[in-house]
């Protein structure tokens, strides 16, 4: 398996500098990871160095509590569209979730949607704080909505990706929807492990460890 097509090289830590950025790009050019991601205050330095490269470039919006109005939301994804990212992971509304305001919570995904013009759209649906019931109520909005990806965590809000977690959101997708799995991934087996549990790509700060097998890095 080419696991490096899978990986998308991510580091969205507060303390990172413009430095670790350009280091993050020039490891997915050396391993070909399938993308970087990045807060949006970097999204412009990634897409200037991965230039005719074969990575992309995905950054997160309304991170990392899904709590920013829409029309702020709306600016944000349009800003990264027009910067050159091809990619965009969002937090949902955890809170309309909750509240059975289903409606508010599938218009406000259908918001990024709308914005990105195209480009691919994620979903961090915080799995490790759903309940099934929950999980599959967020599925099909998401699917609603016109997401492109459910994803399982931020980093921020407990625990990331399982293989059972991952299993069961592949079952939920049916495939209408695909599966980013965040969180944990830290070495080659565990890569393979999400990949044949049902992820279509996975995020981790741990691409270099995982396809040279020289130990793990982060959780993101």
Known sequence: MNIAEKIQHTLLKITAVAAD?????????????????????WASLAVNKLKD?????????????GAGGMKAKFAEVSDLVYKGVEEIDVVCKIGYLRSGMYDEFRDDLAVVSN??????????????????????????LSIEAGIDYIKTASGFNG???????I??????????????????????????????????????SSGVAIVTGEGSGDSY
């Open 167 to 204: 299993e069961r959101m592949y079952e939920l997708a049916a495939g209408r929807i695909k599966v980013k799995a965040a969180g944990g991934i830290r070495c080659y087996d565990d890569a393979v492990a999400m990949v044949n549990a049902g992820a279509d790509v996975l995020g981790t």
């Open 115 to 140: 914005a990105a013009q195209g480009k691919i759209t994620k979903v961090i649906l915080e799995t490790s704080i759903l309940t099934d019931e929950e999980l599959q109520r967020a599925v099909e």
């Open 21 to 41: 950025i350009k280091l993050l790009c020039s490891d997915a050019r050396k391993y070909n990871f399938q993308a970087v991601c990045v807060q949006p205050m």
């Open 53 to 65: 490269s074969n990575t992309v470039v995905c950054a997160v919006a309304d991170f990392p509590h």
């Open 159 to 165: 625990p990331g990706a399982t293989v059972p977690i």
